[in-house]
């Protein structure tokens, strides 16, 4: 069972910056991609950045592009989410995503594991 655990997450002012971090252990061969995504109260969870595991190809959300930056670290197994430029509608709780199959990388469902989870507020 792979295991994922997010931290970085807190408080930060409007235009701050924050770097999330996301650790795997467990049986991770055959990973295929890796993701952030983030929910917001009341709201779906939603697609932020991914990453492909071999290569390194990345993608990222509309509201995000230009702010955030996906990046990995396969010797140590970790990915992370370097976020700049904050904004209020930008807090949620973020979350570490795996999969090793494939699918629309986009969606939730396409994606076997998840951390638990780490809370990001950015206060106006």
């Known amino acids: 069972q792979v295991q994922l655990a997010e931290s970085g997450g807190g408080l930060v002012q409007a235009g701050g910056s924050l770097r999330l971090s996301c650790a795997a252990s467990?049986?991770?061969?055959?990973?295929?991609?890796k993701a952030w995504f983030r929910q917001a109260p009341g709201k779906e969870r939603e697609f932020v950045a991914a990453i492909r595991w071999s290569g390194g190809s990345t993608d990222y959300a509309d509201p995000v592009k230009g702010r955030f930056t996906i990046s990995r670290d396969n010797a140590r197994n970790m990915v992370f989410l370097q976020m700049n430029s904050l904004k209020p509608e930008d807090t949620a709780v973020y979350y570490c995503a795996t999969r090793k199959g494939l699918g629309d990388y986009r969606s939730y469902v396409s994606y076997d594991y998840w951390g638990q989870g780490t809370q990001v507020t950015v206060s106006s």
């Open positions: 467990g049986p991770t061969s055959g990973v295929h991609t």
